[in-house]
């Protein structure tokens, strides 16, 4: 089972590149935790939202100047995943989920 802040390759399932990095996102509390993942796309492009990955990495590294985009959230099957990478540190994955928590509405402070 992956670990919460691991970059994986996998398949871009939207198509524009046969395979494209993500941040794993969801934790062993997932339904499906080892047979799927939430993730965020991983990108060379940077927008206002954007987290920079720069200087983030506990273990391993993207070979590019990178940036997880929170908004392209998608559910990654175990078996489109290839490879981990590479693991970032906590605050970029916590920066991440509360950015894509956002952006579908959550505000903590609503009762």
């Known amino acids: 089972m992956l670990r919460r802040g691991s970059v994986v390759v996998a398949v871009d ?20 935790a080892g047979e799927q993942y939430i993730a965020a796309g991983i990108t060379t492009k940077e927008y206002s939202p954007s987290i920079s990955l720069a200087g983030r990495f506990v273990e391993g590294d ?7 985009s929170p908004w392209a959230v998608v559910s990654l099957p175990e078996a489109d995943i290839e490879r981990a990478v590479a693991i970032v540190d906590r605050t970029v994955t916590s920066s991440a989920a509360k950015q894509v928590a956002r952006f579908v509405g ?4 609503d009762s």
Request: aromatic share 16%; no cysteine; proline share 16%.
């Open 106 to 109: 959550y505000d903590p402070t």
């Open 62 to 68: 993207l070979s590019e100047r990178s940036f997880v």
């Open 13 to 32: 399932p939207y198509g524009h590149t046969p395979r494209r990095p993500y941040l794993i996102l969801s934790d062993e509390t997932h339904p499906f």
